[in-house]
T-cell receptor, first 112, second 114 residues
Framework: DAKTTQPPSMDCAEGRAANLPCNHSTISGNEYVYWYRQIHSQGPQYIIHGLKNNETNEMASLIITEDRKSSTLILPHATLRDTAVYYCIVRLGGNQGGKLIFGQGTELSVKP | ETGVTQSPTHLIKTRGQQVTLRCSSQSGHNTVSWYQQALGQGPQFIFQYYREEENGRGNFPPRFSGLQFPNYSSELNVNALELDDSALYLC?????????????FGSGTRLTVV
């Protein structure tokens, strides 16, 4: 029941912005989009989440299209430590109690 | 605040055996979810516990079961282990109904079934 589609890999130059796309065309109205990242098979680390509006925090920005069928995670100034697998996730609402549906993830390589 | 702690970090079991994995939730959280992550794949939802009861389950057979204790810690039990059960098992804690970023993951238990 995959709900998100991401490119398998991306490269980014250190210091430049990394833009990671995600398609979630079957998302429902009460389902949130979450982004997590995972480094070296450690536990996933929260980055940002949103429902309809664009969001920004100290780590990243999340741009969600008006029809909510896709979103983009932006790391404004990528560093070597941002090299990781980035997961775009749909959080199911209602009586699902917050089940997270992970996609396959994008492996981001930040290069010097 | 303390994070999510999982034990053990690594485990090797033989096919057919049973295993118990443990998770201590983050302070202030009352909900625990378990995920299975096969090599090279995204985590797959197993089930979630709230108020010591299972609340939501993914596509996993009944030999995957769990418990939540009054202190919100949790166990994942897997019976009759199969080779395909080899994976990283992740525990995540959260606060029921919190739409914020309340999902904190542990570092996982790496289970190898031989």
């Amino acid at each position: 029941d995959a709900k998100t589609t991401q490119p398998p890999s991306m490269d980014c130059a250190e210091g430049r912005a990394a833009n990671l796309p995600c398609n979630h065309s079957t998302i429902s109205g009460n389902e949130y989009v979450y982004w997590y990242r995972q480094i070296h098979s450690q536990g996933p680390q929260y980055i940002i989440h949103g429902l309809k509006n664009n969001e920004t925090n100290e780590m990243a920005s999340l741009i969600i299209t008006e029809d909510r069928k896709s979103s983009t995670l932006i790391l404004p100034h990528a560093t070597l430590r941002d090299t990781a697998v980035y997961y775009c996730i749909v959080r199911l609402g209602g009586n699902q109690g917050g089940k997270l549906i992970f996609g396959q993830g994008t492996e981001l390589s930040v290069k010097p | 605040e303390t994070g999510v702690t999982q034990s053990p970090t690594h485990l090797i079991k033989t096919r057919g055996q049973q295993v118990t994995l443990r998770c201590s939730s983050q302070s202030g959280h009352n909900t625990v979810s378990w995920y299975q992550q096969a090599l090279g794949q995204g985590p797959q939802f197993i089930f979630q516990y709230y108020r010591e009861e299972e609340n939501g389950r993914g596509n996993f057979p009944p030999r995957f079961s769990g418990l939540q204790f009054p202190n919100y810690s949790s166990e994942l039990n897997v019976n009759a282990l199969e080779l395909d059960d080899s994976a990283l098992y992740l525990c995540a804690s959260s606060t029921w109904g919190d739409r914020g970023h309340g999902y904190t993951f542990g570092s996982g238990t790496r289970l190898t079934v031989v």
